[in-house]
């Protein structure tokens, strides 16, 4: 395959630049939010099939959901916070508290913490041990949660 | 664990619920468009380790990138186009044609094009091999493209 062929799908993709150092403070906000947002979404299935309705319970969906969460926590999102992205901008609006910026050591405390849950989360669930997997669910949200009480606007 | 403890996790959260049958149009709008756009950061990193920028090549980065493109790939997001997608919803505005809706074999052929070549990515990515890595992602990009120039409004 040709580079300019390669080229040519990557903008016709419409990609992001790859250095966040280069890229907007509004769209490393955008991009921080979505990746929140899309975990959220397959937490929302785990919690679905794991206390919701558990006769729901479908060990391949569980596992995928599960793989990723851990993709997110281990995509490298702290590139996402940069110098400008501790307020809105542009059209993106943040609900990160100016703490967040201020108190690094905690940050990357919580988030190894997050980190160390979503690749056991991962883990757990290639067993399809519905009950273990439930007990580790817990551990991931609690380890989202910490972050949320300390460091996000309520809204 | 208590289940207590569990759902109050959960609903801090602000997890949303499991079941997209449940799930509001304007809800599956969101996620699935957070689910792409987030692909997209991860793809634009690829694109900077890998074209714009090949000595700023981190083995690591890129294999996580790629788990990343396969994890969301492999989520099911077939889910997050049920009725009432197919225009935008509340809020949040969609790109996708009518044609999408109307074409569910062609869809399902793109889809299992795209999953096959996120998958193959996370594989080649995992060897380290950078010339490999970047054939590979040029044949992700072209599935992205083959969807998008389909189904997807140019704006």
Redesign the interface.
């Known amino acids: 395959?040709k580079?300019t062929?390669?080229?040519f799908?990557?903008v016709?993709?419409?990609?992001?630049?790859?250095?966040s150092a280069q890229m907007k403070p509004e769209d490393q906000i955008?991009?921080r939010?979505?990746?929140y947002?899309?975990m959220?979404?397959?937490?929302?299935?785990?919690?679905?099939?794991l206390?919701?309705?558990p006769a729901?319970f479908n060990k391949d969906?569980v596992a995928?959901?599960a793989?990723?969460i851990?993709?997110?926590a281990?995509?490298?999102m702290g590139a996402?916070f940069g110098p400008g992205t501790d307020k809105d901008a542009g059209s993106q609006k943040t609900r990160v508290k100016a703490e967040f910026f201020q108190q690094p050591d905690e940050v990357k405390k919580l988030a190894g913490a997050f980190i160390k849950e979503a690749n056991d989360l991962q883990k757990v669930a290639a067993t399809g041990d519905a009950a273990a997997i439930?007990?580790q669910?817990?551990?991931t949200?609690?380890s989202?949660?910490a972050c949320?009480?300390k460091f996000r606007k309520d809204d």
Chains 1, 2 share one sequence.
């Not at 016709?12 to 250095?19: N, P, V």
């Not at 979404?41 to 099939?49: D, I």
């Open positions: 395959m580079i062929n390669l080229l799908a990557a016709a993709l419409g990609l992001a630049t790859g250095a955008k991009f939010k979505a990746g947002s899309f959220s979404w397959n937490m929302g299935k785990l919690k679905g099939q206390i919701d309705n729901s969906q995928a959901a793989n990723l851990a993709a997110t281990n995509s490298g996402l439930k007990v669910f817990g551990k949200g609690e989202c949660k949320h009480d």
